[in-house]
């Protein structure tokens, strides 16, 4: 039997791909009550273009391996700012730069922020 892993399985296996290539200030919000468009955003930073790069790749070829394939990503060009969407969970890797720009954790502060993923 070949189950499909849970979102919250999700969330924590690109939480953990972030991590493992160094993203910096990782945010985890749920933001299920506010958006039917998905349940988590994540968001994470990267000192320079060719980390974010990185970050997009791990968390592809991490969830990839879960069977999990992305619906879309966009930015990948430029890299200033990565948006994969995964349906109920949407990462966001930012430079420095365009994460204090866009700031997206003000727009969505109604949301809950995870603290600690481990208690999903």
């Known amino acids: ?6 979102t919250k399985e999700i969330v924590k296996a690109t939480v953990a791909a972030l991590e493992d290539k160094k ?7 749920d933001i299920s009550a506010l958006s039917v468009m998905a349940d988590y955003f994540i968001i994470a930073s990267a000192d320079n273009i060719r980390q974010t790069g990185a970050l997009c790749d791990n968390v592809e070829d991490t969830l990839g391996r879960m069977g999990i394939e992305p619906k879309q990503i966009e930015g990948r060009q430029s890299a200033n700012w990565i948006l994969m969407d995964y349906r109920d969970v949407i990462v966001h890797i930012f430079d420095k730069e365009n994460r204090l720009f866009y700031d997206i954790e003000r727009i969505w502060k109604d949301g809950r922020k995870i603290v600690d993923v481990n208690e999903l």
Do not use: E, G, R, W
């Open 23 to 29: 993203a910096m200030d990782i945010s985890v919000i």
């Open 1 to 6: 039997m070949n189950t499909q892993p849970t």
